[in-house]
């Protein structure tokens, strides 16, 4: 069992930069896979970055890329989502997520576990 609490979202214009956080507990979350998603106004959940359980490994959508980086602490039980150059479009409540091994893909909401309560960022132009 794993338990997820994000932080970190807020407003700000757009250009700026803001850091999330998810923090987890159980001695098992080294062993997930753990990923980000975000809702934006009257759109279903979709897929924003995804690490492996090492922190190797790493994938983005294409949407975010080379403006989000994603990052994991084992030793702290925290993923990081680093946002920078946000846009309007970057709106959304975002949910981090735990997804066991072997049950790629996981940029697919279906194949994970656990999910936080999501924490709300608000892009203005």
């Known amino acids: 069992q794993v338990q997820l609490v994000e932080s970190g979202g807020g407003s700000v214009q757009a250009g700026g930069s803001l850091r999330l956080s998810c923090a987890g507990s159980?001695?098992?979350?080294?062993?997930?896979?753990m990923g980000w998603f975000r809702r934006a106004p009257g759109k279903e959940r979709g897929f924003v970055a995804y690490i492996s359980v090492s922190g190797g490994s790493t994938y983005y959508a294409d949407s975010v890329k080379g403006r989000f980086t994603i990052s994991r602490d084992n030793v702290k039980n925290t993923v990081y989502l680093q946002m920078n150059s946000l846009k309007p479009e970057d709106t959304g409540v975002y949910y981090c997520a735990a997804g066991p091994l072997y049950r790629a893909p996981y940029y697919f909401p279906k194949n994970y576990d656990y999910w936080g309560q999501g924490t709300q960022v608000t892009v203005s132009s």
């Open positions: 159980g001695r098992t979350f080294s062993s997930y896979v």
